[in-house]
């Protein structure tokens, strides 16, 4: 009878064995399809991300020439944040309360020597713009340097967090500036 028990204590044993060696097979075989179709599902190139930053870049000049609220509304964050080339601080609501009553239009707005930069999910743009219209103090044209901040927002959506532009002053300018009160 003792044979017995040890036979049935080898069968046992093997069962035992073949169905941890079945589960280590499935958690390998399930390990190497995720990684495969991980591998399968690569991430965006870096220059494609680029192109996708250049393309809002157009987006926003398009919608500014053209004041359309809609398209500047889906592109800024809520909690945006601008500095205009006065200094003055703008939340998303001013900048389309400002655009809405046409208090601020442009006739032109040329964009040239665009940079971009990432940093994680984090896009820096800085350009040089060539812009002519209105503001409430009068004509506005001359050429500036602007920054803006995208930020990837958790449905994968680049928004506007943040916008800075400042006059290119020539050089002349410059220096008389500097060397008045307070100057260097």
Do not use: C
């Amino acid at each position: 009878m003792s044979g017995n028990v040890s036979l049935l204590s080898d069968h046992a044993r093997t069962k035992r064995q073949t169905a941890i060696a079945r589960i280590l097979l499935i958690a390998l075989v399930a390990t190497f399809s995720a990684t495969l179709l991980q591998a399968g599902q690569a991430k965006p190139k870096k220059q494609d991300v680029r192109r996708e930053i250049l393309e809002l870049e157009d987006t926003w000049r398009t919608a500014v020439l053209k004041s359309d609220i809609n398209a500047l509304s889906a592109l800024l964050a809520d909690d945006y944040m601008g500095i205009t080339a006065s200094g003055m601080l703008q939340t998303k609501q001013e900048a389309l309360a400002n655009i809405r009553a046409r208090r601020i239009q442009f006739t032109t707005l040329i964009l040239s020597d665009r940079k971009v930069r990432f940093y994680g999910k984090t896009a820096l743009v800085s350009s040089k713009a060539e812009v002519q219209g209105t503001t409430p103090e009068g004509e506005i044209s001359g050429d500036f340097r602007y920054t803006r901040v995208y930020v990837r927002d958790g449905q994968g959506k680049w928004k506007i967090v943040s916008f800075d532009t400042s006059r290119i002053r020539d050089s002349g300018e410059h220096r008389k500036q500097d060397s008045g009160p307070g100057g260097r």
